[in-house]
Structure formats: structure tokens, C-alpha cells
């Protein structure tokens, strides 16, 4: 895809998105927003993965750490080919395999369940280490909150990533500066990220979030990098493409009321509109 391709792409994951969320009338609709492109980009561009077969053994393998944000990580799928769109109108719905979080036992794509914070980046470093010894091609990518790694167990995960140099693993946080209680830097700051995961002997990137080239550059480093994990930092903004849900953490989770979803539809109707005149 080019870019022009990959910001339509994500565009119609963020449709999907607040689709979802308010088929639900509950979810996460900013970190899904803020990771849409992301998302895209990995699954569309970055990843071996193949929607026809998604236990293929060969595949790269997936860890949404901040399993909240499933709402995204759904989209992002159904668009890629994994199972219709029209399901995401059934996100939480009883009897529906869209959960509110990642199920690797029903939904199509997913490598691991996750949404107790803190927990997926272990399971994707566990991956890393069985495909090192395994003798094992594929690459494992997790995308992490910048809130998430508030917790303990993130560290201990960096900690064994780096001591078992597994190059084959690419740690993301997605850093829109805010979680569910306000500014990660009222609740608890992580900062400086990028210095602590240098410090914990990673490969580090900073990255901008929404931007494709700075995205593609930064995957094509972490590939070319040998005996040290790769951590990307991503800035972005949360609620990403609807005006009202931007940089606001009231947003973090909760879902569009009838007429909220109108004025978020057309926000990002307006901006596939612009898209398609480039």
C-alpha cells in the first residue's frame, strides 16, 4: 500500500471503531483511535499474517498488552480480511465472539487473550524466546499503553526480552499522555520512556504515531537490528480523528451517545472525503 492507501485504510478502521463502541454502548474508543494507525500499518503492511489461514505457523504473532483497546485491534482485523466488518456491530453483545477483550479461542487473527494490564508483553516475550528456540523465522509485536506500563510486570518482561536478546520481539506504547484517571503524569509518570527502556537495554525509537513514513522507518530499524529487543515509542493523540474525542480522557472508556455518533461519523467521513481528493 502507499501512502495514501494506508490513511484511507485507517480511516475506515476508526469508522469502525466508533461503530463498534457504540453498537456496544460501552468499550474504549480513545487508545483505539490513538493506535488506528498502528494498526493499520502492522497488519497491512509489516506482518506476515494471511486472513485465509491465521494459525499458518510461520505467521508473526500479535500481542494487544493494552487489551482494552480491542475495539481497535477488531477493526483493524475485519478490515484486514479476517472476518466481516458488519460483525463489529456486535461488539459485547451476548452470544457475539467479539468480546470486550481479545479471545484467542474464538476470534480469528488473535494470538493471545489479554486485558489484565501489564500481562500481554510477557506472553509476547514468551513467544519471542520459543521462536528463538525453535529455530523459528516469525516476529512477535505488542503494543503496550503508555499507562499500562505504570505496572511492574512490564519491566520484568523488558528485563528478560533484553537479557535473552531476542531481536525478533518489537515492544510499541502507544503514548497519547493519557489514561482512564487524566494525564499520566498526574497519575503516576513513566517518563521518560524512552531513557528507562534504553536503560533496560532495549533498541529504542520515538516515533510520531500518526505518521506512516516515521512508522515504516522506524519497523525497518527494529528488523535490521541484531542482539537487542526494539522499543518504539509512538506519540500520539488520543481519540485520534473525532474532534470531540481528542486529548480528552472522559474518552478513554466510554461510548457516543446517538447524536455523538453522528458528529463522529462525520467527522471521519469529511476526512476520507479530503483523502480521496489527494
Known amino acids: 500500500m502507499n501512502k495514501s ?3 484511507k485504510t485507517a480511516n475506515e478502521i476508526r469508522k469502525g471503531i466508533v461503530t463498534a463502541v457504540h453498537s456496544a ?3 474504549h474508543p480513545g487508545g483505539s483511535l490513538s493506535a488506528a494507525d498502528i494498526y493499520t500499518y502492522l497488519f497491512f503492511e509489516e506482518m506476515n499474517v494471511d486472513p485465509k489461514d491465521p494459525k499458518k505457523a510461520d505467521r508473526d504473532r500479535f500481542v494487544l498488552s493494552k487489551g482494552h483497546t480491542a475495539p481497535g485491534y477488531y477493526s483493524t482485523l475485519a478490515n484486514r480480511g479476517f472476518f466481516p466488518v458488519e460483525d463489529l456491530a456486535t461488539l459485547r453483545k451476548t452470544g457475539s465472539y467479539l468480546q470486550g477483550h481479545p479471545d484467542m479461542k474464538h476470534i480469528p487473527g488473535v494470538d493471545m487473550s489479554s486485558g489484565s494490564l501489564g500481562q500481554g508483553i510477557s506472553a509476547a516475550v514468551g513467544m519471542a524466546i ?3 528456540l525453535s529455530g523459528d523465522a516469525y516476529r512477535v509485536y505488542t503494543l503496550l ?4 506500563i505504570q505496572e511492574g510486570q512490564v519491566w520484568e518482561a523488558a528485563m528478560l526480552a533484553a537479557h535473552r536478546k531476542l ?4 515492544v510499541i506504547v502507544d503514548n497519547n499522555n493519557l489514561q482512564i484517571d487524566g494525564a499520566i503524569t498526574d497519575v503516576n509518570s513513566p517518563y521518560p520512556i524512552d531513557k528507562k527502556f534504553e536503560a533496560f537495554n532495549f533498541h529504542v525509537i520515538n ?3 500518526h505518521d506512516f513514513d516515521e512508522i515504516a522507518a522506524a519497523l525497518k530499524e527494529a528488523r535490521e537490528t541484531k ?6 515509542i509512538a506519540k500520539t493523540v488520543k481519540g485520534k480523528g473525532v474532534s470531540f474525542m481528542e486529548n480528552q480522557a472522559s474518552w478513554h472508556g466510554a461510548a457516543p451517545n446517538d447524536e455523538q455518533y453522528e458528529t463522529a461519523m462525520a467527522d471521519l467521513e469529511k476526512v476520507g472525503e479530503a483523502l480521496c481528493q489527494k
Open 227 to 232: 542482539g537487542q529487543p526494539t522499543a518504539i
Open 5 to 7: 492507501e494506508l490513511m
Open 145 to 148: 499503553g503508555d499507562g499500562e
Open 25 to 27: 454502548k460501552s468499550g
Open 130 to 132: 520459543s521462536a528463538k
Open 207 to 209: 516515533v510520531d504515531g
Open 167 to 170: 531481536d525478533n520481539l518489537v
